[in-house]
Structures are given as structure tokens and as C-alpha cells.
């Protein structure tokens, strides 16, 4: 089948926003109760950091198929994404300040997880508001192979939405 296909694309969002979705009370059971990570504060809070990054990833592609699906040019949401992409930064920096402060005063098991929660949960940010990260297609390591990284698919959606609100004003 056509990757480019309607059908193909859409197969393609629905399993992407149930990846996300799925991802975060799996990932909670592999490192907290399998790895056995403590559910410190420092820890919590990373993670916390990354669930909400999967939550506005799942957000995003569950907002992609509706638009797809009602062949709309305007993404649904996309104001909250404009909000999200801001505000998140203020989020990360609090949270990764917080867990630094508890890897400070405390590090080991109980703080370093929650760092690496935090830093995977900014590169999630930069994947999903900035630059393309995951290159996880056939057509998608062909690109970065010969063009290099690509702006993210959200980015380009939210310049998009700009530009169609600047037209459409009297």
C-alpha cells in the first residue's frame, strides 16, 4: 500500500496516538516496578515531565487524524498546541531545576532516574515543537540521510496555522 495514501496515513496517526498513550503506564511498570526505580519526588517529577510530553504527542496525532479524516486545513487544537509549545519550556525548566536540586542533595537511584525522565522529556519537546528526532520509517531515514534533520511535523502545522490566520484576517 501507498504510504501516502489516505488510508496508510491514517492507520499510520491511530497507531502513533495509542503508542503514545500506551507508553506511559508501560513505561511506569517497566522502570518503577520492574527496574524498581523509587517513586522518589525527583523521580516523579521527571516522569512526570515525560507522561505529559507523550500526553501533548498523543494530542497532536489524534488532532493530525481529525484533520485529515474532515480534509480540513486548520489542525483542531491549535492554540492549545501554540499554549503547550510555550509553556512548556517554563514547565521543564521548573521541573528539571527541582530534580537537579534533588539530585544535589540526593543522588542516586532515588533522583538520577527522574533526571533521565526529564532530559528524554525535553528531547520530546524539541521532536515534537522543533526538529524531527525519531526517524523510525523507511522514507524517513531516506530523508535524513540525504537532507539532514527535518523541522517537526507540528512546527510546520502551527507555521502553517499562522499563516492561514494572518490571511484570514480583514
Not at 59 to 87: D, E, H, M
Not at 115 to 144: C, I, K, P, S, W
Not at 162 to 170: K, N
Amino acid at each position: 500500500m501507498d504510504h501516502r495514501s489516505r488510508p496508510w496515513v491514517q492507520r499510520r496517526l491511530r497507531s502513533l496516538v495509542w503508542l503514545e498513550l500506551l507508553n506511559i503506564p508501560l513505561q511506569a511498570v517497566v522502570w518503577f516496578g520492574v527496574v524498581g526505580f523509587p517513586v522518589t519526588a525527583g523521580n516523579s517529577v521527571g516522569f512526570a515531565l515525560f507522561a505529559l510530553l507523550l500526553l501533548e504527542g498523543a494530542g497532536y496525532w489524534f488532532a493530525k487524524l481529525r484533520q485529515i479524516a474532515t480534509r480540513n486545513r486548520s489542525l483542531p487544537g491549535a492554540g492549545a498546541f501554540v499554549v503547550a509549545r510555550r509553556g512548556n519550556v517554563a514547565v521543564l525548566v521548573a521541573g528539571l531545576l527541582f530534580i537537579v536540586w534533588a539530585v544535589v542533595i540526593d543522588p542516586g537511584a532515588g533522583s538520577w532516574p527522574g533526571l533521565g525522565f526529564g532530559l528524554f522529556a525535553v528531547l520530546e519537546h524539541v521532536n515534537y515543537f522543533h526538529v524531527q528526532l525519531m526517524y523510525d520509517t523507511a522514507e524517513d531515514l531516506r530523508y535524513l540521510r540525504s537532507r539532514g534533520l527535518r523541522r517537526a511535523h507540528l512546527a510546520r502545522d502551527l507555521a502553517v496555522q499562522g499563516r492561514v490566520r494572518r490571511l484570514s484576517r480583514p
